[in-house]
């Protein structure tokens, strides 16, 4: 689940933990810009229950972006990602029109 929200609270991860449960899934993962405490004593909460919950901020993902550049040989991190190459298209990989017709049939 991804908020746009800063300073997510309680509420958003007791209905994310509802979401969860009726996925029958046991862990899942917040992004947001910010946690409140009531969030981070929610996960906590959840936790004893089997359910395993992990907070990442915006700010966790771009550090952890910025790093992964680097490993791949981007001198510059983030600043050097326009400089990256782009991924190469497979001309052989199907097109969803034609994943969605196999699936028809």
């Known amino acids: 689940q991804i908020k746009q929200s800063e300073g997510i609270g309680r509420n958003v991860i007791d209905n994310f933990e509802t979401a969860?449960?009726?996925?029958?899934?046991?862990?899942g993962f917040v992004i947001a810009f910010s946690f409140g405490r009531g969030a981070?004593?929610?996960?906590?909460?959840?936790?004893?229950?089997?359910?395993?919950?992990?907070?990442?901020?915006?700010?966790?993902?771009?550090?952890r972006l910025d790093e992964f550049y680097v490993k791949a040989g981007v001198p510059?991190?983030?600043?050097g990602f326009a400089a990256a190459p782009l991924p190469q298209i497979d001309s052989?990989?199907?097109?969803?029109e034609e994943l969605m017709k196999s699936l028809s049939n």
């Not at 996960?43 to 550090?63: C, M, Y």
């Not at 510059?76 to 600043?79: N, Y």
């Not at 052989?92 to 969803?96: G, K, M, N, T």
Request: overall charge positive; cysteine-free.
């Open 40 to 63: 981070v004593e929610e996960v906590a909460r959840v936790k004893r229950t089997g359910v395993e919950i992990t907070l990442v901020t915006v700010d966790d993902l771009l550090h």
């Open 76 to 79: 510059a991190g983030l600043e």
């Open 92 to 96: 052989h990989r199907r097109s969803a």
């Open 20 to 27: 969860i449960a009726r996925a029958n899934k046991k862990r």
